[in-house]
């Protein structure tokens, strides 16, 4: 019973957090956001890994959360700017997806062939960032993020498969 209402909370929850960062403004997030990428990725930012980026703009959208951002390199400085309809190129997935690629617990080809994850505009600019994206080593980042990616992402996978399992369906029906 605790689990399968742990389940639904995490299945749920993108709908609790979509409207308050939908208030929140984009300076709020954007910031920590852009601070943690460069962290993230301050030795693929030395070796000019990232030049692929210099004035090119790769947009991210989180679908179920309605949250959008860009990132772009500009004077090698990794920026995260507000959406814009003429990005370079544009990621789309759903927050379950996209944290289970970021922990490493699902491949985006996989996603992708699924249709779950959409790469629109320039493709070549897209699988330039995937392929960046591949190859940074995650054990660079804090533990204690390691262990809340690794942690988040598997009760998100727990919730996806007591959802697609065909009881839960049929109870999920008659309630």
Do not use: C
Not at 43 to 49: H, S
Not at 84 to 98: I, K, N, P, R, Y
């Amino acid at each position: 019973m605790l689990k399968s209402l742990l389940h639904r909370a995490v299945l749920q929850a993108p709908k609790i957090v979509r409207l308050p960062i939908q208030k929140l403004p984009f300076d709020w997030y954007s910031r920590p956001l852009q601070l943690a990428l460069q962290q993230l990725l301050k030795e693929q930012l030395a070796e000019g890994e990232l030049d692929f980026l210099e004035q090119r703009t790769l947009q991210v959208e989180v679908s179920d959360l309605s949250l959008a951002f860009i990132i772009t390199l500009d004077d090698d400085q990794l920026q995260v700017l507000p959406p814009s309809t003429d990005a370079d190129v544009v990621f789309a997935g759903d927050s379950a997806d996209l944290l289970l690629v970021a922990a490493r617990r699902t491949d985006p080809d996989t996603l992708f062939f699924r249709r779950r994850l959409s790469i629109a505009g320039d493709t070549e600019l897209g699988l330039a960032a995937k392929n960046m994206l591949d190859a940074v080593d995650w054990e660079q980042l804090p533990k204690l993020l390691i262990t809340m990616l690794d942690k988040t992402a598997a009760l998100v996978e727990q919730a996806q498969q007591a959802d697609s399992n065909p009881v839960n369906q049929a109870h999920s029906a008659q309630v």
